[in-house]
């Protein structure tokens, strides 16, 4: 295991450690000088933490790829509030050198519990058709412990193993508040789209070694996949009818709701209408949670930019917590840095000194 994890960086700053991390993102970039730099996005099972290669990179360029593993030295400091990762040696590491759970983050919650939340919602199905329909998905052993375990995206919400069980509890309960709100929704439709309209990422997405798409699900998608898995349950419920099929077929390729947002049908009944919004919902207020929760170390109350909802976050309880005038200074230097990280905007940050950071670093070996 690990002996240093990104959520720990407050008790480590303006160290040099050793340490080793899975590659989110690889950049090679220009130096004002024109010499290239490495900027990294680097991870494990508690977060994500910016990092540059300032020296010495042509012998890194090709020593790794996005989704390897390296171990790192260098210095960990803040800029702009925020901790990076100043490189000074690396090398990629072979699988049988790490530790898997170490990287790839999971749910803190218990999955045997949230399965149970599951299965205690369909139990209380009225529609025969519709309850025999989703117990037959989760009475097959191979889809259920893939259900247990596949994370709910690649990266915008719910990236994290259990992340698909996680989201879809929460979808369940706030479904079920909706149906308490509007009588006039079929509560076991809802809730039958809300069990299956991602279902598909258990074999659109891998989650072994890194989160990627496998081939399949780059060419099928989840949405053709679900369909596919749909038609072989129901094939094993008898007599189902075939307006209900309709359906169910609906709410699965019209839950992302546009057109843009790869969507082949806009929602087209009231359980299809609710399911997208509410799907939308809980996914952009995990994305934000997730993008708190990998800031914790940073003190400004203004989070850097969000690529997946197009906008930096204010952190409410800090914001609330600080004094006025410290409100203010920390929503200029951060509104500076928002704009850096925008697609296309200059970015002002400079070339540190790393002869000295390396000097102080000693001979350790990476």
């Known amino acids: 295991m690990k002996d240093f994890f990104l959520a720990d960086c407050a008790q480590h700053e303006n160290k040099v450690l050793t340490s080793s991390f899975v590659v989110v993102s690889k950049q090679v970039k220009p130096k ?7 900027a990294l996005t680097l991870g494990d099972r508690t977060g994500q933490l910016e990092a540059k290669m300032w020296d010495n990179v042509e012998d890194a360029l090709d020593a ?37 759970a170490d990287y790839l983050p999971k749910t803190t919650k218990d999955i045997g519990e949230l399965w149970q939340t599951l299965a205690a919602f369909v139990a209380n199905f009225q ?34 193993i259990g992340g698909l069980l996680d989201h879809v509890v929460s979808l369940f ?16 439709l809802l809730l039958t789209g809300a069990f299956l ?3 598909g990422k258990i074999h659109e997405l891998a989650y072994n070694r890194s989160f990627s798409y496998t081939t399949r699900g780059q060419l099928l998608g989840h949405m053709v996949i679900e369909l ?4 072989a349950k129901i094939a094993q419920v008898p007599n189902f009818p075939s307006e ?45 949670r997730a993008h708190f929760a990998r800031e914790v170390c940073s003190e400004g109350v203004w989070t850097g930019y969000n690529p997946s909802l197009a906008r930096p976050l204010l952190n409410t309880v800090k914001f609330l917590e600080k004094k006025p005038a410290a409100v203010a200074e920390a929503a200029s230097v951060d509104s500076s840095e928002t704009q850096a990280a925008i697609p296309g905007s200059e ?19 990476v």
């Open 32 to 38: 004002k000088t024109g010499e290239p730099y490495l």
């Open 64 to 100: 790794f790829e996005q989704d390897d593993f390296i171990k790192i030295k260098g210095l960990l400091n803040k800029y702009k509030n925020r901790f990076q990762i100043t490189i000074h040696k690396l090398r990629r590491l072979g699988d049988s050198e790490v530790d898997f």
């Open 127 to 160: 529609d025969p058709c519709l309850k025999a329909l989703v117990e037959a998905f989760m009475s097959d052993p191979d889809i259920a412990e893939a259900y247990r375990t596949a994370p709910a995206a690649k990266t915008l919400h719910h990236a994290y």
């Open 173 to 188: 309960r706030s479904c079920d508040l909706m149906c308490r709100n509007y009588p006039q929704i079929n509560r076991d």
């Open 197 to 199: 309209h991602d279902i």
């Open 228 to 231: 596919e898995m749909l038609h």
């Open 244 to 288: 209900l099929k309709t359906l169910v077929e609906h709410l699965i390729i019209s839950h992302h709701g546009q057109y843009e947002f790869g969507s082949p049908k806009l929602p087209m009944f009231p359980e299809a209408l609710v399911l997208h919004y509410l799907d939308d919902l809980d996914s952009k207020m995990e994305s934000m």
């Open 347 to 365: 970015s002002s940050e400079p070339v540190p000194n790393t002869d000295s950071m390396a000097a102080a670093a000693g001979p350790e070996k």
